[in-house]
């Protein structure tokens, strides 16, 4: 496992973050982990614009998953937040999204990790004192 750490200076140097990861990781599993307010979705507003996507990206927090197609391939930003019981998921049919072609940009993911594939990457988002950075754990 790699590991990379990034300094975030403000709203826009995590969007930038995610438009970078975008050109990385152009299909896989993402796991997006931080506090509230720790940039998640920004970080993923970032991401699906760097695809092209123009419209408004929102957290999927009562939904728990808002799908997009660009450019032909499948995105799903999933916010596991309010997820009791893993098996809530089930419900939604949770595993048909996780395909080798698709991308899954997971907030939230230890809400239901035992329902979820081991992502490719994982990023903390964290806060201390005002300043904001980014840890990259990249699996192999």
């Known amino acids: 496992m790699a590991t990379e750490s990034r300094h ?3 709203e826009a140097a995590t969007e930038a973050l995610g438009a970078e990861l975008a050109n990385q990781v152009p299909a896989g599993v993402v ?3 931080g506090e509230l307010g720790a940039g998640k979705t920004c970080l993923v507003r970032g991401w699906l ?3 092209g996507h123009a419209g408004a990206v929102k957290s999927p927090t009562y939904t728990l998953v808002e799908p997009y197609v660009i450019s032909g391939k499948s995105v ?3 916010d596991l937040y309010r997820v009791a019981d893993p ?6 049919g949770i595993r048909d999204y996780f395909h080798t072609s698709s991308l899954c940009l997971v907030e ?6 035992e329902a979820l594939p081991e992502p490719d990457l994982e990023v903390r988002l964290n806060e ?3 300043e904001r950075t980014a840890e990259l754990l990249w699996r192999d």
């Open 8 to 10: 975030l200076a403000d």
């Open 31 to 33: 796991w997006l982990e």
């Open 49 to 51: 614009r760097a695809l």
């Open 76 to 78: 799903y930003h999933f």
């Open 87 to 92: 098996e809530e998921l089930e419900i939604i």
């Open 108 to 113: 939230w993911p230890r809400q239901a990790a």
């Open 128 to 130: 201390n004192n005002k």
